[in-house]
């Protein structure tokens, strides 16, 4: 695994922008944690990416879609029980822990991972090319 310090800055920003601009598109606002938290679940799942073995596609999505959980449980918990932002609540979605992470976001993310790791694999090439 040859993964550069930049690929991970690139993998970052884009998590920060597009897990803000899917929280602005749902919920109509985002808060700055969220787009932290983007930016470090984008990295985790192109690091996973980087590391999985070929054609593993749907193992990949359920490692990231339980990987992005975890990530949303830290978060909310120190965003939401320890600071007391109230980001958010899932207390009234079904199967939740402490209202801070839910069974059918987790089933979002997995299907969320199908185009997040196409677009891993295709960067991962591109930066690939320019090593070379």
């Known amino acids: 695994m040859h993964v550069k310090s930049y690929e991970l800055c690139w993998f970052f920003l884009l998590g920060c922008f597009v897990y803000s601009m899917l929280e602005i598109l749902f919920r ?3 808060h700055w944690t969220m787009a932290l938290t983007g930016g470090i679940a984008a990295v985790a799942l192109y690091l996973l990416h980087a590391a999985a073995p ?3 596609l749907l193992l990949q999505c359920l ?3 339980l990987l992005i959980t975890a990530i949303e449980f830290t978060v909310g918990v120190f965003d939401n029980m320890v600071m007391g932002w109230n980001v958010w609540d899932y ?3 079904p199967l939740n822990l402490y209202g ?3 069974l059918p ?4 993310w997995f299907f969320l991972c199908i185009p997040a790791f196409g677009i891993c694999h295709i960067v991962s090439k591109r930066f690939q090319r320019q090593r070379e």
């Open 28 to 30: 109509g606002f985002t």
């Open 63 to 65: 490692c990231g879609a």
């Open 54 to 56: 070929p054609r593993t």
């Open 91 to 93: 207390s009234n979605m």
């Open 100 to 102: 801070q992470i839910c």
């Open 105 to 108: 976001f987790t089933g979002l």
